[in-house]
């Protein structure tokens, strides 16, 4: 395997775009691979079909819920990594990495048995509608069955995007995509599996995917030093990617809980709206790629360059992402907002489904130009290690500003889906103002202590 990248030294931008690029289609791909179960039950599910799409689009949320937790404890190891192979310590990486394959073990042993156990609570707290509920609580324990997978893809990607490889994620995504996609078709199309069809082509999917990559990456020679020995718990490793982790995975977990409150808000509100807003949320998974890849590869820039003790180098490179990402999401946004039917008519036939759907996107088309900054941002202070702050930050838009509204906007007559999801968009907008003003300040304290 070739040396890791080095974001320490040379230009900017190219090198983040570069970087940046399988990241986006490797989270193309993945959000491909969530969406081909809504997708392949809408199409294929005959006169169940609205209830099919209702069940997967609320458990896959639900599922999109534990993946984002794993994922944001994941970041703390790719910033940590990330850190050290900026500094120059090689070797060190190599224990870090194999306290992470320790610590992300127990997590999936623990996860499987409480969400296994779970699913039909879980399915009554989302206020699945009474026609789905079954098929809801199905999709969820069987994902759940297999959360050991989740957590084994997701910790390949955290590793390897830490070294500076992003290629390895991408293959792994791409091993998954393919293999979801034959299984969905098979399962729910051929056999009529429905949603439990789709959740078991997701698990088969992901754990051929995690076996295959594992077996490339045994036949590569690796950047950093690593034997069976560096899988065992050293208490200031633990630590320290359990103190970066954290305060991320927390405000990854409540972002999301926010938007299961209103998802479970709008399935109070009957079959179509229910449908209309999950494949709404599949779409949206699309429509926040470019702003989710940049902040991402920002992690894993900014911590080589904060490792390497050149901040200055990390700040042009937030700037570089902002302004590249803002001219993608000007297309996107208008794309969105006037032809959201087009859209939604990929994943769903009937004509009232659409509609809602297309209501509902309306919003996240605003949402997608101002992501270009927040995400951003985002990357750039997970890659300081002001992790906190991202957790703070998070946690007030989502419970101070997102439910508060699409509460709000819910009980206005008549219901309007626009309305409902506008309260993202203002979630967005006080995110940036707290990220600006955190920006500005520790800008003034670096310039205070004389270090930029």
Not at 54 to 61: F, I, K, L, N, R
Not at 77 to 87: D, F
Not at 332 to 341: L, M, N, R, S, V
């Amino acid at each position: 395997m070739k040396q890791p990248q080095n974001f320490t030294e040379g230009r900017i931008f190219g090198p983040l775009i570069r970087f940046a690029l399988p990241v986006l289609f490797a989270l193309f791909l993945q959000t491909m691979y969530g969406a081909v179960d809504l997708l392949v039950v809408g199409k294929f599910g005959g006169e169940l079909s609205d209830v099919y799409v209702s069940a997967v689009s609320t458990g896959s949320q639900l599922m999109m819920t534990v993946t984002v937790v794993i994922t944001g404890l994941a970041m703390g190891l790719t910033v940590y990594v990330g850190r050290k192979i900026g500094a120059g310590q090689k070797e060190e990486a190599g224990q870090i990495i194999g306290n992470g394959i320790f610590l992300f073990g127990v997590i999936a042993v623990i996860l499987t048995v409480i969400m296994v156990f779970a699913a039909s609570p879980l399915a009554g707290v989302m206020h699945a509608p009474s026609e789905a509920f079954d098929d809801t609580v199905k999709y969820i324990a069987i994902c759940s069955a297999g959360a050991v997978f989740i957590v084994a893809y997701n910790l390949v990607g955290s590793i390897f995007r830490g070294i500076g490889d992003s290629k390895i994620p991408l293959l792994t995504v791409i091993i998954a995509c393919v293999l979801n996609i034959l299984g969905d078709l098979l399962l729910v199309a051929v056999f009529k599996l429905g949603a439990a069809g789709a959740a078991y082509a997701t698990i088969f999917a992901q754990a051929i995917s995690v076996l295959l990559s594992l077996f490339i990456i045994r036949r590569r020679e690796l950047p950093f030093a690593f034997s069976l020995k560096d899988i065992r718990p050293k208490k200031e490793h633990i630590k320290e990617i359990l103190f970066l982790g954290i305060p991320i995975a927390l405000q990854d977990l409540l972002v999301s809980i926010s938007f299961l409150v209103i998802i479970a808000i709008v399935n109070n509100l009957g079959l179509t709206e229910s449908a209309g807003v999950g494949v709404a949320e599949k779409l949206c998974g699309f429509i926040m790629l470019v702003p989710s890849a940049y902040m991402q590869s920002m992690s894993a820039f900014v911590a080589q360059n904060i490792g390497a003790k050149k901040p200055e180098r990390a700040r042009k490179a937030l700037l570089c992402g902002i302004s590249s990402s803002f001219v993608v999401g000007i297309v996107i946004a208008y794309f969105t907002f006037f032809h959201g039917d087009i859209l939604a008519g990929i994943f769903a036939n009937g004509t009232e489904v659409i509609a809602a759907a297309a209501e509902y996107l309306k919003a996240y088309a605003i949402d997608c130009l101002l992501t270009s900054f927040l995400f951003c941002f985002i990357g750039y202070f997970n890659g300081c290690g002001s992790t906190k702050f991202v957790m703070l930050q998070g946690i007030v838009g989502a419970f101070c500003v997102r439910l508060p509204i699409s509460w709000m906007m819910s009980k206005q007559v008549p219901v309007s889906l626009f309305h409902i999801g506008l309260a993202t968009p203002a979630s967005t907008t006080v995110q940036i103002i707290m990220c600006m003003a955190f920006f500005a300040l520790s800008l003034r304290r670096q310039k205070q202590r004389g270090y930029d």
